[in-house]
């Protein structure tokens, strides 16, 4: 079945950095567009980034563009979330998802998600 | 950017109710609506895409309806496994969720 394990959470200092990956199987990862999700601590869902099956379209939340950048490697199943310049605000569980159709264009939904990491961007 | 809004914040049920969530979104979405729940500490399950698709092995006492700006998620009987937090989600442009609700036993 759908195996979705995200890593490299943590607590990291503003203005640094972080990347968070993405472990997926159970399914063809490189038939799939993939997202970032987070969810601050006791608050709702929010969008953060998507990448094509392929790599070749990515688009971002305002929220974060310029500072994140997402990518994938379909050689390794995995999916990257590279975080830089972070945020009190950026403090939040980050989970990566599946989009719901296969290739392109994306759908926007997600019909599988992982378990999430944590990222506390405090001094 | 569009924006979704849940009634209620909070409801309280009994096992065997019928509820009904409402989501409103701030202009039209067409049938590009999702309804996840959610469970303490674990990630988002999807329920229905496309307002009123269920997903594959989701029990058929959930069911989802609407289009445009206005969509409702009803649980037909409630069971002890549904009292979770439940959000809907735009994706006609990019996405967004509404900002939940929380189903906890009456």
């Known amino acids: 079945q759908v195996h979705l394990v995200e890593s490299g959470g943590g607590v990291v200092q503003p203005g640094r950095s972080l990347r968070l990956s993405c472990a997926a199987s159970?399914?063809?990862?490189?038939?799939?567009?993939m997202h970032w999700v987070r969810q601050a601590p006791g608050k709702g869902l929010e969008w953060v980034a998507v990448?094509?099956?392929?790599?070749?379209?990515?688009y971002y939340a305002e929220s974060v563009k310029g500072r994140f950048t997402i990518s994938r490697d379909n050689s390794k199943n995995t999916l990257y979330l590279e975080m830089n310049s972070l945020r009190p605000e950026d403090t939040a569980v980050y989970y990566c998802?599946?989009?719901?159709?296969?290739?392109?264009?994306?759908?926007?939904?997600?019909?599988?998600w992982g378990q999430g990491t944590l990222v506390t961007a405090s001094s | 950017d569009i924006q979704m809004t849940q009634s209620p914040s909070t409801l309280s049920a009994s096992v065997g109710d019928r509820v009904t969530i409402t989501c409103r979104a701030s202009?039209?979405?067409?049938?590009?609506l999702a309804w996840y729940q959610q469970k303490p500490g674990k990630g988002p399950k999807l329920l229905i895409h496309?307002?009123?698709n269920l997903e594959s092995g989701v029990p058929s006492r959930f069911s989802g309806s609407g289009s445009g700006t206005e969509f409702t998620l009803t649980v037909s009987s409630l069971q002890p496994d549904d009292f979770a937090t439940y959000y809907c989600?735009?994706?006609?442009?990019?996405?967004?969720f509404g900002q939940g609700t929380k189903l906890d036993i009456k």
């Open positions: 998802a599946k989009d719901g159709w296969k290739a392109a264009p994306v759908s926007y939904y997600f019909d599988y």
């Open positions: 159970g399914f063809s990862f490189s038939a799939y567009g």
């Open positions: 990448i094509s099956y392929d790599g070749t379209n990515k």
């Open positions: 202009q039209s979405v067409s049938t590009w």
């Open positions: 496309t307002a009123s």
């Open positions: 989600q735009q994706y006609n442009n990019f996405s967004t």
